[in-house]
């Protein structure tokens, strides 16, 4: 645990007025005070409600636009290698095809890159950590965690980092139109994390086949994918208890809401020990919360984008949607050779949503042509997004 201490630390330094660990329900609000933050591009259609917005990082274009440089900047690293972008690709939904990521020094990540889409809505951030509630508090994990090491800021490093980027004459016009009273003049990393937290945090889309067919267009999916949605939300299948909601995923907080719940689940993919342990690389919330029954619990991803996103899972070890639905339908993953031996089937701490089902070979198909039907291929292709040092 003391991973997590090391990053308070960091919080503590370098984002002063961002609340480092914990936060909760009441340091967020919702947004739309000043006119620089209704003129905000959201990206969301009208039945959306907006996001929650920590009061100390209100939303404007300015800083989004600052972000979108420094989500692109490989110069924010260690040893120059590495930006956001490396491990979270626009055209694949912002997330990455390895397993599990590669830090900027080489270091194999415990967990597999997942997509950035809509993230602004999730109760909580990366795949098994109830105590990350903010983008903010998120993004130091890849600038300055060292358990793995992803893009190598330290101590030693950040501030010459700093002043090469402070040094660049776009990185002063875009600090120059920060609207921030006086005290944001020159880059620091306060403003920094504040930026990529804005970028991302606007990297927004509905506009999904699926999407079209909820608001009433007809013919835009297939009849597979409706067969395939029934099944998603019927009690056989149980799918939509975990990844229902508008983002297909329980984990789903906007300001609509007044209570935050933060929900983690057991799918029984592992079970080395008869006692439902899962490999010791990452067995979700217990390495938190130190609760036994916290084996193997991780966030339900959203499903939007999924085709994009392969390999699945908080370690990348299943290959294929078609992989992810025989295991579901089997009740978890029995894995019969190797060191992670085990029948995840029978794993104690699996949600009793995960009982297995039923399914024919057609069904399977159906069940894939509705997850495709949650691509969103204006998101992949939406300039606002992408890298702004190639044009
Ligand atoms: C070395 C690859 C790598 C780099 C570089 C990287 N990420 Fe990630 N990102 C990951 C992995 C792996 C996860 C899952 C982390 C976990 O569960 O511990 C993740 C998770 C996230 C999440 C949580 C998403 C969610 O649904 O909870 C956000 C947000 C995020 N990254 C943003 C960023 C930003 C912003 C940057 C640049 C400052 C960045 N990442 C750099 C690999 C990377
Ligand atoms: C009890 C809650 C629950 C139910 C029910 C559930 N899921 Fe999941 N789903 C999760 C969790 C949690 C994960 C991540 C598990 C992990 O990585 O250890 C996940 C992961 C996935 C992934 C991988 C996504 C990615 O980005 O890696 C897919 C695809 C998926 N589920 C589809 C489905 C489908 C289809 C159904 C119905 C047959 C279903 N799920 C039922 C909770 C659930």
Redesign the pocket.
Known sequence: MTKYFALAAFAAIFVSGLSACGGGSETRYQTGGSSAERQFDWNLPAHIPLPIVPSENPVNEAMFELGRHLFYEQRLSGNGSQSCESCHHQNMAFAESLERSIGSTGELHPR?AQ?LVNVAFNTTYT?ANPALVTLEQQILVPLFGEFPVEQGLNEDNKNAVLAELDADPIYQQLVGELDSGGDNDVLNFNIIVKALATFVRGINSFSSDTDRYENGEANVISNAALKGREL?FSED???F???GGYNFTDATADSSQLFVDTPF?N?G?YNLDDQGAYPEISQGIIEITGKASDMGR????S?RN?AL?AP???DGSIAT?EE??RT?AAGGRNISNGPNTGDGRANPFR?G??SGFDISEDDIQN?IAF?ESLTDFELINNPRFANPWEN
């Open positions: 597999n997509s795949w998603f299948l149980e799918c208890h975990c990844h689940h799918t993919l991780f966030k339900a991803p499903l999924v996103t699945y899972m908080h949607l992810v639905i579901y949600d949503f995960v069940l997850l």
